[in-house]
């Protein structure tokens, strides 16, 4: 496939790098405040009956060749600048408009440089596949540049606007655009870490483990991953407006339970597949850890390090950003490494 010339706009680079170091699963409980018992929806949930609005998404660098997007936020990229990190947006493809553009954060060390390995981590945003824009993760994917991370903040379509795997074809279609312009974003090919939250843990996960998962990344990370589509139509096929069975596979579990496994990525995950690291909340609603320990059990079995953290309270994806970090950053370093090449 010959290379394509990157079109600046605005890029946030992720590096898919989180890895375990043993097979067995391991399970931590964090700490925490008492839990509210009132029903709490987190940023990236939709409850039944409510329609989000169009995402607001917004580009930065060159932005004569961005596609057009119905809600702009003027104040995208402000604060990737007060901390001294480039960011750019990058058109993939126009085929979908906004759906394939991404950003890449450049850390402070390697802004004005080209040909560098640098550690990279990318991020898949949430929002029940049905709202929610790369941009969303900006204050994320500083804290990660701080660190010295390259970070790729990657969009798909909506289950409202194709249903799966269009979502795995457009994070794929970014990452390969990514590795193939390693060298021009000073993104490390090798050392490459998956971030995923809510509905973009699904994406997430199953892109780590569609193939030989390994050969692209270190790690996988999911904050809250609603990884098992399979699941959550077992369980209430209703669930936010009905998205997994008249949304994102648009078709009956009883009718389709192929394409249900194709999209849950328990049923894929073998041992060609990266380490991983699960946050989840014990008493999120409606979705506890289930999904996460069953990914953690499936690991343990075949042979892929799965490393589960159980958090207090009901914090739901990118929500838990703050009390997950710590341990986020400790894995990430271990998985990455302190230093570029």
């Known amino acids: 496939m010959s290379k394509s010339r990157p079109v600046p706009v605005r890029l946030a680079a992720v590096t898919l790098t989180a890895a375990l170091s043993a097979t067995a699963i391991h399970t931590t409980a964090v700490a925490g405040p008492a839990d509210d018992p009132r029903p709490k929806y987190g940023s990236e949930q939709v409850p039944t009956g409510v329609t989000p609005p169009s995402p607001k998404s917004g580009f930065a660098g060159d932005v004569e060749d961005v596609p057009r997007v119905r809600a702009t936020a003027q104040n995208f990229g402000r604060l990737a600048s007060r901390n001294g990190i480039g960011?750019?947006?990058?058109?993939?493809?126009?085929?979908?408009?906004?759906?394939?553009?991404?950003?890449?954060?450049?850390?402070?060390?390697?802004?004005?440089?080209?040909?560098?390995?640098?550690?990279?981590?990318?991020?898949?945003?949430?929002?029940?596949?049905?709202?929610?824009d790369r941009i969303d993760l900006e204050r994320h994917a500083v804290d990660l540049a701080r660190l010295g991370f390259v970070v790729v903040s990657v969009n798909y379509r909506l289950a409202t606007e194709a249903p799966w795997p269009a979502q795995r074809d457009d994070v794929n279609a970014s990452i390969r655009y990514v590795r193939q312009n390693a060298k021009q974003l000073n993104v490390d090919n090798k050392r490459t870490v998956l971030i995923g939250s809510s509905a973009g843990g699904q994406i997430a996960a199953n892109v780590a483990t569609y193939g030989s998962g390994k050969k692209r990344f270190r790690g996988l990370v999911t904050l809250s991953g609603l990884i098992s589509p399979l699941h959550m139509a077992k369980k209430d096929p209703a669930y936010s407006?009905?998205?997994?069975?008249?949304?994102?596979?648009?078709?009956?579990?009883?009718?389709?339970?192929e394409q249900y496994r194709d999209a849950s990525a328990i049923t894929l995950l073998d041992r060609k597949d990266p380490p991983a690291l699960l946050f989840h909340s014990l008493k999120e609603?409606?979705?506890?850890?289930?999904?996460?320990?069953?990914?953690?059990?499936?690991?343990?079995?075949?042979?892929?390090?799965?490393?589960?953290?159980?958090?207090?309270?009901?914090?739901?994806?990118?929500d838990t950003w703050t009390k997950v970090f710590p341990t986020l950053k400790k894995w990430l370093l271990e998985r990455l490494g302190t230093k570029d090449r």
């Not at 947006?89 to 390995?117: I, Q």
């Not at 407006?241 to 339970?257: A, F, Y």
């Open 87 to 132: 960011v750019r947006t990058y058109v993939v493809s126009e085929e979908f408009g906004n759906a394939r553009t991404l950003d890449v954060y450049t850390p402070r060390h390697l802004r004005g440089k080209k040909g560098k390995k640098g550690r990279t981590v990318i991020l898949v945003h949430g929002g029940d596949w049905q709202k929610g």
């Open 241 to 257: 407006n009905g998205v997994i069975t008249s949304m994102l596979l648009r078709c009956p579990l009883g009718q389709c339970r």
């Open 285 to 318: 609603q409606p979705w506890g850890p289930q999904q996460a320990k069953d990914f953690a059990r499936a690991g343990r079995l075949r042979g892929v390090p799965v490393k589960l953290v159980l958090l207090p309270g009901r914090q739901h994806g990118i």
